[in-house]
């Protein structure tokens, strides 16, 4: 009973600390979560109708968009500029899949496991693989599914056996695994796209009257004479438009005006060169190198870590050789040094290493195939492919169809010729592809070569006649400027940059101290700010910072960059203001075509040669022009006078038109008619497939712009 007395008795205090528990508990929880909701924001690039990509997610997308550039072109590396593609590229697609997915989930459209399996190993092989080629039997030519189906339980053979393989080769199937992951999704991305865009076409056909209208708008055109006015004979002060009339026509077309946000920003770039002393030190560094080539065994290994540029190990005529280096090759004895000597803010010193006699140049075609690396399905196709071609089977034909390189496959593996330098010097060709290529070469020899990422079969279409060639060394530094000049031009903008803080008098401090400031807009994807290259984190800076802010120094790899935030131009539309010129300069033109056109119809003429001596113009004429000619010769893009001309009867001159560019008066003087016979049927067909190809670029582009896309690329890229 005490007990209970004394639990009544605290029974206000137990409340308070069980409250005090539970609240501690609660909002723990929610610390948590909290917690995850914040990283799930640090870590979102984008966000589609709701649908966050994370960064994680992007950055899986890009590697496997590299690799697939990697294997395509055989190369090691991927230049920045095709990164930046890529980038935009993946952000594309996955915008795109995200509103396609959302549009066919609706639609219940989707592509099931059997439909994909049937697309790879069934009755209707998807066109991305036929295209591709690389799984065409070359005597059928349908897909070897069967050698498929080895390659498939090649690449995808579970761990053990993996780890049973040497680690190039495990590396050559992860790749190739890779590869086809990324080529199977097409497949199903391309089958789902199409199902939506067939359904969207169904929904609208042409009929007959359409057909026939369509037929008749291409099958008839007409030879004119024409004069024109120019809207430049009437000066612009003769016109008034007022204000009102272009907001009226700023209202028609506001949607057209939309905008992304962006920043105004003022600049500072000051150019990092070399001083007198950066050129003086590498003068001396090159008489140093002279010593040493005269004395090295090993020139390639000098040169290479000397010389800004690499050792080409490869002989060239003197026909390919630059003059400077034609000059000194010819006349010079194995092992001759010439140099140094200064051109073009570099230092040049050459050394002759060898001489030869071989063809100057080949003419070859390849088909480009994944690197063999003991795959035997690779093996088998590589073999079979070159018995075809040894028993003459079309080259052309056969790059067409197994080819992974589609540029040089469209032309029937073409890369026409080449020299032993120009070979040595691709990376994606490498050593290996150039002994095997120019040792001893025949005219029609097929060849199957390796590069450092792909497997080649090679035809010698042509060789030039032996000459002399020369392997030349040419070690090349170039003057850039050292740790000191940068030093010194770094703390130069950095004292000026400590003592203006202050945007308000910024500008005007920076030009009394000698530096040209420079005025920006930039969006998000900008990668460059104004000509100044690799200045991407100077538009990332611009757009984490409010107004009036100045940076630090932004180092833009042969630029520094010091820049002041004016403002944020908000996303919408933009301002009357900002677009009421160009469209008063329109109305203007406008205007100008109906002041013509009244003179000219007030003064009744009759003739084209009166009009033309009217307009203080003269005749001249254009030929084959219908109501679809895009632009007309010698008068530009006037849907206008099109219209007019497809109406027009024979020899009748015409009323004044009012065009873009000037008022015309024309004549037609023949008709062309086109003599194929109209075919109702398949003129129906050949709209609604244009249709199809239309409805599916419109409809997809149309979700997209609808979707509320939120990019935060610019947090992280």
């Not at 291409?218 to 120019?230: P, R």
């Not at 051109?343 to 003419?363: A, M, Q, R």
Request: aromatic share 8%.
């Amino acid at each position: 009973m005490a007990t209970l007395e004394k639990i009544r008795n605290k029974a206000g205090l137990l409340v308070i600390v069980v409250g005090i528990a539970l609240f501690a508990f609660i909002i723990g929880d929610f610390l948590n979560s909290g917690s995850t909701f914040f990283r799930q924001t640090q870590e979102k690039i984008a966000s589609v109708d709701g649908e966050v990509i994370t960064i994680q997610q992007y950055q899986q997308r890009i590697d496997e968009m590299t690799e697939v550039y990697k294997s395509q072109t055989g190369s090691a590396s991927v230049p920045e500029e095709v990164m930046i593609n890529i980038r935009q590229s993946v952000f594309d697609s996955m915008v795109q899949e995200i509103v396609m997915d959302e549009a066919t989930s609706k639609l219940g459209l989707t592509v099931s496991p059997d439909e994909l399996f049937d697309m790879i190993q069934g009755e209707n092989i998807s066109p991305v693989l036929q295209q591709m080629g690389l799984f065409t039997d070359p005597q059928t030519g349908m897909i070897d599914k069967k050698g498929l189906l080895e390659f498939l339980q090649t690449i995808h053979m579970d761990d053990a056996a993996l780890r049973q393989l040497s680690y190039e080769q495990q590396e050559s199937i992860i790749r190739t695994r890779q590869f086809w992951l990324f080529i199977e999704k097409n497949i199903q991305r391309e089958r789902l796209e199409q199902k939506y865009t067939t359904l969207l076409s169904k929904a609208v056909s042409y009929n007959k009257l359409d057909a026939k209208a369509s037929f008749d708008e291409s099958a008839e055109s007409a030879d004119i004479a024409f004069a024109m006015q120019s809207y430049s004979s009437i000066p612009d002060s003769t016109v008034n438009v007022s204000d009102n009339e272009a907001k009226k026509l700023y209202e028609q077309r506001k949607d057209s005006y939309k905008q992304k946000e962006a920043k105004q920003i003022k600049y500072i770039a000051v150019d990092i060169r070399p001083s007198q002393e950066d050129y003086n030190q590498v003068s001396r560094e090159m008489e140093a190198v002279k010593e040493d080539l005269q004395a090295t065994a090993d020139v390639a290994l000098l040169v290479n870590d000397r010389s800004d540029k690499p050792f080409v190990n490869a002989y060239a005529s003197a026909a390919t050789l630059t003059p400077e280096v034609r000059q000194f090759a010819v006349a010079a004895e194995i092992g001759e040094i010439y140099g140094p000597f200064f051109e073009d803010n570099k230092y040049n010193l050459y050394k002759l290493v060898d001489k030869t006699v071989g063809p100057d140049s080949l003419d070859i075609a390849h088909i480009l195939l994944p690197r063999m690396d003991n795959q035997p399905f690779l093996i088998n196709i590589v073999d079979s492919l070159v018995t075809e071609l040894r028993n003459g089977t079309d080259f052309a034909q056969v790059a067409g169809e197994y080819s992974m390189d589609q540029q040089s496959s469209m032309m029937g593996g073409q890369l026409g010729w080449v020299t032993e330098t120009m070979v040595a010097s691709a990376p994606a060709f490498g050593e290996e592809f150039k002994n095997q290529l120019f040792a001893n070469p025949s005219v029609n020899q097929i060849l199957v070569v390796n590069s450092p990422s792909a497997t080649h079969i090679v035809k010698i279409n042509g060789k030039t006649s032996n000459v002399t060639k020369y392997k030349v060394a040419d070690v090349e530094i170039e003057v850039s400027p050292s740790s000191r000049t940068y030093g010194d031009l770094y703390n130069e903008l950095n004292q000026f940059l400590a003592k203006n803080q202050n945007m308000d008098k910024w500008e005007e401090a920076a030009k009394e101290a000698g530096y040209n400031v420079l005025t920006a807009r930039v969006s998000a994807n900008d990668q460059n700010v104004g000509i100044v290259r690799n200045s991407r984190q100077v538009v990332r800076w611009a757009f984490q910072n409010g107004k009036g802010k100045v940076s630090e120094i932004i180092d833009c790899g042969d630029t520094f960059v010091v820049a002041a935030m004016e403002g944020t131009i908000k996303e919408g539309y933009r301002s009357f203001e900002s677009v009421k010129n160009s469209l008063k300069s329109e109305l203007i033109a406008q205007k100008k075509g109906e002041i013509i056109s009244k003179e000219l119809k007030d003064k009744n003429l009759s003739s084209l040669e009166a009009y033309a001596s009217a307009m203080d113009s003269k005749v001249d004429t254009v030929r084959f022009v219908s109501f679809n000619t895009r632009r007309i010769t010698n008068i530009g893009v006037e849907p206008k006078l099109n219209a007019a001309i497809a109406a027009a009867s024979l020899n009748q001159v015409s009323q004044p038109v009012a065009g873009n560019n000037g008022v015309y008066v024309f004549e037609v003087f023949n008709k062309n008619q086109d003599m194929t016979d109209f075919n109702e049927a398949e003129q129906v067909r050949s709209l609604d497939a244009s249709n199809y190809y239309r409805f599916g670029f419109q409809a997809i582009q149309s979700l997209i712009n609808k979707a509320d896309v939120e990019d935060n690329r610019i947090r992280f890229y």
